[in-house]
């Protein structure tokens, strides 16, 4: 168990001491499994939203510690179809700012909601970064592939949530995940700023 611990904090520096955010810039995406696999891994904006979705279901609990990561990704494929579609959806960035904050705030404060309003707040989320994505998608994509590699990437970051949310188990890992939590809200008013 340590180790998974160890090994998801390791994966969650890596990716968030990752150069600068190709989330939303088409940049170097070439379009297959491994851009979409990066992709989310690579925008420090994504990574918050999606370690702070496994982070509040791992502090909420069974079910929500499996429902949210897996609502998130569902959702997030609707918001991608969107965005492919071209239906305009506003203040997309604003929205995955606003996800960074509200996510982060709901683990720092400890936001215990029903099942049901946790994961309406999750999907809502989950429609912009998918919408994001979808309209960003390269030209010369192989969709399919890199779909599922997005999904993959997306799924990683929120296990790694999970596994450092377990840590609530011990006093001193309650304090770190809703520290981390405040970590998370705070980046989120940063990329807020950015997005305004």
Same mark, same amino acid.
């Given at each position: 168990m340590h180790q998974i611990v160890r090994g998801s904090l390791l994966f969650v520096v890596a990716a968030l001491a990752a150069d600068t955010a190709l989330g939303h810039s088409g940049e170097g995406m070439? $379009? $297959? #499994?491994?851009? $979409?696999?990066? =992709?989310?891994?690579?925008g420090w904006d994504h990574v918050a939203a999606m370690v702070a979705v496994g982070l509040w279901g791992a502090f909420l609990g069974s079910p929500a510690i499996w429902v949210l990561p897996v609502v998130f990704p569902l959702v997030m494929a609707f918001g991608g179809a969107l965005g492919v579609a071209g239906v305009p959806i506003p203040a997309v960035e604003t929205g995955i700012a606003v996800s960074a904050v509200v996510l982060g705030a709901m683990v720092l404060l400890a936001v215990r909601p !029903?099942?049901?309003? +946790? &994961?309406?707040?999750? *999907? &809502? #989320? &989950?429609? #912009? =970064? *998918? =919408? +994001? =994505? *979808?309209?960003?998608? !390269? *030209? +010369? &994509?192989n969709v399919i592939a890199y779909s599922m590699g997005f999904v993959i990437g997306t799924g990683l970051l929120h296990l790694a949530g999970i596994a450092l949310g377990l840590l609530v188990k011990w006093p001193a890992g309650r304090v770190l995940v809703r520290a981390c939590g405040g970590g998370i809200a705070l980046a989120g008013v940063g990329f807020l700023t950015g997005a305004l």
């Open positions: 070439t $379009g $297959g #499994f491994i851009s $979409g696999f990066f =992709h989310p891994i690579l !029903p099942l049901v309003f +946790a &994961a309406i707040v999750v *999907g &809502a #989320f &989950a429609i #912009f =970064h *998918g =919408h +994001a =994505h *979808g309209t960003e998608l !390269p *030209g +010369a &994509a």
